[in-house]
């Protein structure tokens, strides 16, 4: 008997706090400072992404192979959508 888990997407929000114009992450962060999210389980083992990288996927915004989601006010716990730009970690990559 498994009870439906609250759909991450709901849960995210459960762990910001809005204050001075960023939305504060207050939920777990790993040993770097980075605040993680879990997004679910897979094959027995929670699977987590950086809080940052969710909140870009949940803004609609495309996080390509590669891409890194940084944030634009310099403050490592937001998680705000309009702060948070996603980049090529490297610019190398070429299509032609
Ligand atoms: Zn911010």
Do not use: D, I
């Not at 962060?29 to 027995?44: A, I, L, M």
């Not at 940052?52 to 716990?77: I, K």
């Amino acid at each position: 008997m498994t009870r439906p888990a609250v759909a991450p997407s709901l849960r995210f929000w459960r762990f910001t706090v809005a204050q001075s114009g960023c939305l504060l992450w207050v939920g777990a962060v790993n040993g770097r400072g980075v605040p993680v999210f879990s997004v679910g389980q897979q094959e027995g083992k929670t699977k987590f992404m950086t809080a940052q990288r969710y909140a870009a996927t949940l803004a609609g915004r495309e996080l390509p192979e590669g891409s890194v989601v940084r944030t634009t006010c310099g403050n490592p716990l937001c998680v705000r959508a309009e702060h948070l730009v996603v980049e090529q970690r490297s610019a190398a990559k070429e299509r032609s």
